[in-house]
């Protein structure tokens, strides 16, 4: 690609490549935004490890053409990742069909074995969530959301704003 001696190539192709590819991404989040690399949703993640999966493979290119095809796909996600955050926010219709909703698994003290279950989150895990968040007391927890990245929220102290479970899913 760039000599014709292999291990000198390897080297520069390699050191040139991955910098090119860096800053493509960087000019391509620049004009996306910052959404770019969030985990808002599981589609974000998604887009997230597949440019660092494309980022690998830009920067292992052997040949012009298959650097222009990974760096055309990373510009694409971020591409498609920009229009469904856009259609998301301009229509709830959308929303609900590409986005989960969050899941309540605990509130005002009580595990939901019903929510655990139908989650797949298993009790142990949601009571090393309970101790991360330094809670001392089942009684102290307000809510537990498995939010729809699949991160974990715990609510403690004395008093839940109601508008905290909006849109957070009660499975009985």
Not at 71 to 99: H, N
């Amino acid at each position: 690609m760039f000599f014709s001696h292999e291990p000198l190539d390897m080297i520069i192709r390699g050191l040139a490549l991955s910098s090119v590819a860096v800053c493509w991404v960087v000019f391509v989040v620049r004009i996306v935004g910052l959404r770019a690399f969030s985990k808002m949703t599981a589609f974000d993640f998604v887009v997230t490890v597949a440019i660092g999966s494309l980022l690998a493979g830009a920067s292992q290119a052997t040949s012009w053409p298959a650097f222009f095809q990974t760096s055309l796909a990373i510009g694409s996600l971020l591409g498609v990742q920009y229009i469904f955050a856009r259609l998301r926010k301009s229509s709830d219709r959308f929303q609900v069909i590409v986005q989960n909703s969050p899941v309540l698994l605990m509130q005002d003290g009580q595990i939901l074995p019903e929510a655990l279950r139908s989650t797949r989150v298993a009790e142990d895990d949601l009571i090393a969530k309970l101790r991360e968040a330094n809670v001392l007391n089942f009684f102290d927890v307000r809510a537990v959301v498995l939010e729809t990245t699949g991160d974990i929220s715990v609510l403690h102290g004395t008093h839940l704003q109601k508008e905290l479970l909006d849109g957070v899913k009660r499975i009985s």
